[in-house]
């Protein structure tokens, strides 16, 4: 069984101010995808969605090998590499021009209204376990060194330099907890939120990335583990720990609301 694929062109309002697209927005686009699969009839998930069920992400590790620019057409595949009675791993291939541009493994977990484990559909477990037998992931390769390719002179957003980088690989191990004093406290926005009416999977990315420009840690995010424990709601106050980079350029971040860690990281820094 094929991988579920889908084109998403990057917008000029998507990238940062390196002109190239943020992890946090990358994010966004590995989780529209998704959603996307969950609506083809293929795999008998829909009726549960109107009644009511939904995933929600436990892990993500993203790592990108070349950063997406404006205008580039970015191909996206899904395919399952575990299914559960109500956990999935999905592994994800990002593509531009046909090169592998990024991979990721994101663990998620069906929930029923009530918000607690609920045993996914038949239908979908005997298509999900077809592709599994069938999934053979392709190499990921990247550059020999971390690299900014056609020139840091480029013009603008339209014609930004190529981001280029060693492949590390996903194995990222986020924190349990961090014995630091919290370095920012934040309140949950109501823009914060998504159709859950909790805190988006990609906004706590967001949150540890802002914590770590504002700490004074340089740099471009390259990749990245989450470990999602429990979730945010808009207008509650959270505290945010940052550890100390590492050699290897990763930090470890924390996310908690009144000592409950709620969101765990690894940020890969470059």
């Known amino acids: 069984m094929k991988p579920f694929e889908r084109t998403m062109v990057v917008r ?9 697209t943020p992890l946090p927005v990358v994010l966004s686009f590995l ?3 998704r959603w996307e699969w969950i609506a083809d009839p293929a795999w008998g998930l ?25 205008g580039d057409a970015l191909t996206i595949t899904g395919a399952l590499e575990r299914i559960g009675r109500s956990v999935v791993v999905v592994r994800h291939r990002l593509r ?9 493994r994101v663990t998620g977990v069906w929930l029923g209204p009530d918000r607690r484990l609920a045993r996914l559909p038949e239908k979908a477990r005997e298509v999900g376990r077809i592709q599994v037998a069938s999934l053979m992931p392709e190499p990921v390769e990247g550059a020999e060194r971390d690299a900014v390719l056609e020139g840091e002179e480029a013009r603008s957003f339209v014609d930004a330099p190529r981001h280029v980088y060693r492949v590390r690989g996903l194995e990222l191990e986020p924190p349990e907890r961090l014995d630091v004093a919290p370095c920012a406290k934040l309140l949950v926005r109501p823009s914060d939120c998504d159709v859950f009416a909790h805190v988006n999977a990609s906004a706590y990315l967001r949150f540890f990335d ?14 990245v583990a989450l470990d999602y424990r429990a979730e945010a709601l808009a207008g509650e106050a959270l505290d945010l720990r940052l550890g ?17 860690v709620l969101c765990s990281g690894v940020l890969g820094v470059v």
Do not use: K, M, W
């Not at 009726?47 to 939904?54: C, I, L, N």
């Not at 802002?210 to 990749?223: E, V």
């Open 12 to 20: 000029g309002y998507e990238v940062d101010e390196s002109r190239t």
């Open 31 to 33: 989780e529209q995808l």
């Open 46 to 70: 829909a009726e549960g969605v109107h009644t009511g069920h939904f995933f929600v992400v436990r892990q993500q590790i993203l790592e990108l090998v070349e950063r997406p620019r404006f």
């Open 96 to 104: 531009v021009d046909g090169r592998i541009v990024g991979h990721a």
């Open 210 to 223: 802002d914590a770590r420009l504002r700490a004074g840690i340089p740099g471009l995010l390259q990749r």
């Open 244 to 260: 100390e980079r590492r050699p290897d350029g990763t930090l470890d971040a924390v996310l908690e609301r009144d000592g409950t």
